[in-house]
């Protein structure tokens, strides 16, 4: 069956603008994360759904940072006023139900901001 | 807060060798831990998942260890190829109802032909 997936795979922004990156986790998953890695560095847990609610946002930097997920199933991480320092690779990553599950994770949206 | 360590950060290894990377984290109150491998440009891969209640997990060549109470775990890797060449993290995912990983740095590992 089909994995996570993200789009756009790179996104190139200049500063102070807005952007959003889509989530589609694998069918039936109930558990939806997101991840910011920067380079040399492990990913950076910033949100966790289960199902369209946010169980834990305790990751996300600032109010600039918002994440939804209206329906259960595919998540949108939506960034206000883009700073050259949001530039990372943004991953997703789902699971079954949530907790002592395998997280399977997408190949990720690397977002630079010039 | 938790947090996760990985030596070395770095590792460059002739084919054929075992070898061992190591992972430590500062809570002992976690589910599970996880060793993921991660390509370059790519997003991660599970390898192995030990949940707190075990001590190891083995598939193929890899073997991974976890000492819940002294707060280390282990990822062996026999007979090494090539194609191994990776960066491998270790993440650790919270108790009290935590569902989010935390991350080592990871360990870059080059297997040279």
């Known amino acids: 069956g089909a994995g996570v997936s993200q789009t756009p795979s790179n996104k190139v922004t200049e500063k102070g603008k807005y952007v959003e990156l889509r989530c589609d986790p694998i069918?039936?998953?109930?558990?939806l994360y997101w991840y910011r890695q920067s380079l040399g560095q492990g990913p950076e847990f910033l949100i966790y759904?289960?199902?369209?609610?946010?169980?834990?946002d305790s990751g996300l930097p600032n109010d600039r940072f918002f994440a939804v997920r209206p329906e259960g199933s595919v998540s949108t991480l939506k960034i206000q006023r883009t700073e050259r320092g949001d530039s990372a690779v943004y991953l997703c990553?789902?699971?079954?139900?949530?907790?002592?599950?395998?997280?399977?994770f997408g190949p990720g949206t690397r977002l630079t901001v010039l | 807060k938790q947090e996760v360590t990985q030596i070395p950060a770095a590792l460059s290894v002739p084919e054929g060798e075992n070898l061992v990377l190591n992972c430590s984290f500062t809570?002992?109150?976690?589910?599970?831990l996880q060793w993921f491998r991660q390509d370059p440009g790519k997003g991660l891969t599970s390898l192995l998942l030990i949940q707190s209640s075990q001590r190891e997990q083995t598939s193929g060549r890899l073997n991974a260890s976890l000492d819940k109470s002294s707060g280390r775990s282990t990822l062996y890797i026999a007979a090494s190829q090539p194609g191994d060449s990776a960066t491998y993290l270790c993440a650790v995912e919270g108790g009290q109802g935590a569902q989010k990983l935390v991350f080592g740095q990871g360990t870059r590992l080059t297997i040279n032909p």
């Open positions: 809570d002992s109150a976690i589910y599970n």
């Open positions: 759904f289960q199902g369209t609610g946010a169980a834990d």
């Open positions: 069918s039936g998953h109930t558990a």
């Open positions: 990553a789902s699971s079954p139900s949530g907790s002592t599950d395998t997280q399977y």
